[in-house]
């Protein structure tokens, strides 16, 4: 969340920039008005969605041993 005291937004602002030069594909989700948990509706509308993104893009279809 952008509201969060334990981890201010800045420090995931300031990381994304050099994660993508360092060529890892990112991307930052910002649950507007959240601290460092989310509240059920804001899991629901932005959190898990953004999870289920990832996963699609990363583990769909992956082999596993």
């Known amino acids: 969340g952008d509201q969060g005291p334990l981890v201010p937004i800045e ?3 300031n ?3 050099l994660l993508k030069e ?3 594909e990112s991307e930052l ?6 601290r ?3 509240s059920p509706q804001q ?3 932005t ?6 993104r990832w996963f699609d893009a ?4 992956a082999k596993t041993e």
Do not use: T, W, Y
Request: charged share 15%; glycine share 12%.
């Open 36 to 38: 460092h948990g989310f």
């Open 11 to 13: 420090h995931s602002r």
């Open 43 to 45: 899991n629901e509308q």
């Open 22 to 24: 360092a060529g890892v």
């Open 58 to 61: 990363h583990l769909k279809g």
């Open 47 to 52: 959190a898990v969605p953004a999870m289920l």
């Open 29 to 34: 989700v910002v649950v507007e008005g959240a």
């Open 15 to 17: 990381i994304l920039p």
